[in-house]
């Protein structure tokens, strides 16, 4: 009996930390893509002072969310976020409208698909 009560705790204590995980990882990818979307907006409107602004915060919000990823995720998918920021930034920089969009897309692609990775679900535990 003593061995099931310990089983069902490490069980829930699995699940529990899941769930926060996952929560976690939503609200931040969130936080981020919406930034996202307003360095996009900035840069369709060609307004590259407010997008430089919004991208340096995004840049911030990554550096700060990145150290608590690391723990929970793959590092690779951290690099290849890292590199395509890192793109993002340099293009905005030189106001580069025609090559930052495409790679602004992809960094959005990168950010939401982290969550849903990583999110308890059965296809993603098979």
């Known amino acids: 009996m003593k061995m099931l009560l310990s089983m069902l705790l490490i069980l829930v204590i699995l699940i529990g930390f899941s769930l926060w995980t996952e929560s976690y990882l939503d609200k931040t990818a969130g936080k981020m893509l919406f930034s996202l979307k307003n360095v996009e907006a900035n840069i369709i409107k060609n307004d590259w002072n407010t997008a430089t602004k919004n991208i340096k915060l995004l840049k911030n919000t990554w550096?700060?969310?990145?150290?608590?990823?690391?723990?929970?995720?793959?590092?690779q998918e951290i690099d290849m976020i890292d590199m395509s920021l890192s793109k993002v930034v340099k293009l905005v920089?030189?106001?580069?409208?025609?090559?930052?969009?495409?790679?602004?897309?992809?960094?959005?692609?990168?950010?939401?698909?982290?969550?849903?990775?990583?999110s308890l679900r059965l296809s993603n535990v098979l």
Do not use: Y
């Open 63 to 75: 550096a700060t969310n990145k150290h608590k990823w690391e723990i929970l995720l793959d590092h």
């Open 93 to 118: 920089e030189l106001k580069e409208t025609l090559q930052v969009l495409p790679e602004l897309s992809e960094l959005r692609l990168l950010i939401a698909h982290i969550p849903d990775k990583e």
